[in-house]
Nanobody, 122 residues
């Protein structure tokens, strides 16, 4: 079994930065890839980006490229989502998810965190 726990989030003003952390634990082969998703009120869950645990390969959705960096800390076994130049439209509940293969769809990830709220005021 794999558990995923997010931390961070909160209320920031537009243009500011925020850092979210994800701590996956459990069977390593089940968490080869860590993805970040977000869901705004009334909208479907949206892929933000992902990182492969071994090689550290990253991929971002176009809407966040240049503003978001995903990195992994192999010592502390965490994945960080660094978000810069935040916009009000980035407001959402952000989820960390673990899966076996790189993907951009929710169904490709097997284990999910509880989500953390990010609110960006204008």
């Amino acid at each position: 079994q794999v558990q995923v726990v997010e931390s961070g989030g909160g209320l920031v003003q537009a243009g500011e930065s925020l850092r979210l952390s994800c701590a996956p634990s459990g069977r390593s082969f089940s968490r080869n890839v860590i993805g970040w998703f977000r869901q705004a009120p009334g909208k479907e869950r949206e892929f933000v980006g992902r990182i492969t645990w071994g090689a550290g390969s990253v991929y971002y959705t176009d809407s966040v490229k240049g503003r978001v960096i995903i990195s992994r800390d192999l010592v502390n076994n965490t994945v960080v989502l660094q978000m810069n130049s935040l916009k009000p439209e980035d407001t959402a509940v952000y989820y960390c998810a673990a899966g076996r293969f790189p993907g951009t769809r929710s169904l490709e990830y097997d284990y999910w965190g509880q989500g953390t709220q990010v609110t960006v005021s204008s």
